[in-house]
């Protein structure tokens, strides 16, 4: 069994920075791949950032490039996504998750296989 708890999320003005954490345990994670998903109220989820924990190949939907900042600690089984830039677009709640099966380039939500709880994002205009 794996457990994903986000952290970082809370009340940002536009333009500003926000850190989210993904804290993992229950399992080795040496070959998985933790990907970040987001959803705003009405919308359906969406690919924000992944990265492969043995190697750290990141990549990122074209909305955030530039501006977020994926990476990972492996002594504490955390990945993190800096935020910068934030605009209203990016109000969501933010999820984490983890693809037991390591794909690179997976931006399917239906291909991960345990998520977090999700960390509430709101940008103020």
């Known amino acids: 069994q794996v457990q994903l708890v986000e952290s970082g999320g809370g009340l940002v003005q536009a333009g500003g920075s926000l850190r989210l954490s993904c804290a993992a345990s229950g399992r080795t994670f040496s070959r998985y791949t933790m990907g970040w998903f987001r959803q705003a109220p009405g919308k359906e989820r969406e690919f924000v950032a992944a990265i492969t924990w043995s190697v750290g190949s990141t990549w990122y939907a074209d909305s955030v490039k530039g501006r977020f900042t994926l990476s990972r600690a492996n002594a504490r089984n955390t990945v993190y996504l800096q935020m910068n830039s934030l605009n209203s677009d990016d109000t969501a709640v933010y999820y984490c998750?983890?693809?037991?099966?390591?794909?690179?380039?997976?931006?399917?939500?239906?291909?991960?296989?345990?998520w977090g709880q999700g960390t509430q994002v709101t940008v103020s205009s």
């Open positions: 998750a983890a693809d037991v099966s390591n794909r690179l380039y997976e931006r399917d939500s239906h291909r991960y296989d345990y």
